[in-house]
């Protein structure tokens, strides 16, 4: 087809599908914005989550055991495959291995398997490329799953149909390191941003009677603050949400969850208590831009990551 007909069509088709997905929502009373999000009416957690836990069930032989369910995005597929609309349900979850394993992460041309190839079996036969196996070495191990179960509708609800990957497994202890890593960036910014906006101070360099928190510091012999989720309250403006407070890898603390909206998210920070951060906040009218730039502002006491008050971030 000449590019320009091409180009021409192209809009068209796009509102062809919007329209098509429009209709397929209403005549399923699902709720789906614009970008074909489906917020209400398609398929629940637990539908996913028992798709993936027979799947795992079925190829892993017992010896892969699913430890974490996390939905992440509900939406229309943009594929129309035999006539038939999809929804594609994602998720991220955590697995544990029962013993040492070669696991087939694609197998016979299936995304996101959970196949355990046997000691003399040829990995090459049944997966496309070396990427598509991961060696688990120890017992015990664990590894972030990303991916989708798909859906389609029938007239007693919804059928699941298939998977599909959204990334390569990566083992937990490396991913949650890398997320501690960018929440502390994540404070460091909301820090940086509250000092533009205050001439240079840090909430505890001011008074409670100017909307500080000077007077509500707490510090033990390390001056690390026992009262840091006071601290961070003030600052809700400075931040998506408190999620950024919990360290991936601290399972003693309960993160606050996403929230829809800024007066949501003042509304959590509310709440906040010391069971909802776990990164050390070294609170001290001498910490601040203006006067030391190079001080400890905050630090992760599970991988060691200490945050300066200029930004840099690195490990102890």
């Known amino acids: 087809m000449n590019w320009k007909i091409q180009k021409l069509l192209h809009p068209v088709l796009v509102a062809m599908a919007l329209m098509t997905t429009s209709l397929f929502a209403q005549r399923l009373n699902m709720a789906v914005t614009s970008s074909g999000e489906i917020i209400s009416g398609g398929p629940i957690s637990e539908e996913a989550k028992k798709a993936l836990e ?45 013993e040492p394993s070669r ?15 046997k000691t003399n079996q040829l990995s090459t036969v049944f997966t496309s490329m070396p990427g598509d196996v991961i060696t688990v070495s120890n017992k015990g191990e664990q590894y972030a799953v990303f991916g989708s179960v798909w859906f389609t509708p029938s007239t007693n609800g919804w059928i699941q149909s298939g998977f599909a990957s959204s990334g390569q497994p ?35 360099n001011i008074s409670t009677n100017s909307g500080g928190t000077m007077e509500l510091c707490f ?8 009262n840091s989720a ?40 509310e709440k906040l208590t010391a069971t909802n951060v776990t990164y050390l906040l070294h609170s001290s009218v001498d910490i601040d831009n203006t006067g030391q730039p190079h001080q400890v502002l905050a630090a992760c006491p599970i991988h060691g990551y200490v945050v300066y008050t200029d930004g840099e971030i690195e490990k102890k």
Request: proline share 3%; aromatic share 12%.
């Open 219 to 226: 510090r033990d012999a390390d001056g690390c603050d026992k």
């Open 170 to 204: 990566k083992l937990s202890s490396v991913l949650a390191d890398e997320r501690c890593v960018l929440n502390l960036r994540e404070i460091s910014a909301a820090f940086a941003q509250y000092e533009i906006e205050h001439n240079g101070k840090n909430p505890f």
């Open 54 to 98: 027979d799947r795992i069930s079925q190829q892993a032989e017992g010896k892969v055991l699913l430890l974490n369910f996390q939905p992440t995005k509900t939406k229309m597929a943009n594929v129309d495959l035999k006539g038939k609309s999809y929804c594609e349900f994602g998720f991220e979850a955590q697995v544990e291995f029962a």
């Open 103 to 117: 696991w087939a992460v694609r197998y016979d041309g299936k995304p996101l398997t959970f196949n355990l190839l």
């Open 230 to 269: 006071a601290h961070y309250k003030v600052m809700s403006d400075f931040f998506h949400d408190a999620t950024v407070l919990v360290c991936p890898a601290d399972s003693s603390k309960q993160a606050i969850r996403n929230f829809q909206s800024l007066t949501e998210t003042v509304k959590s920070f």
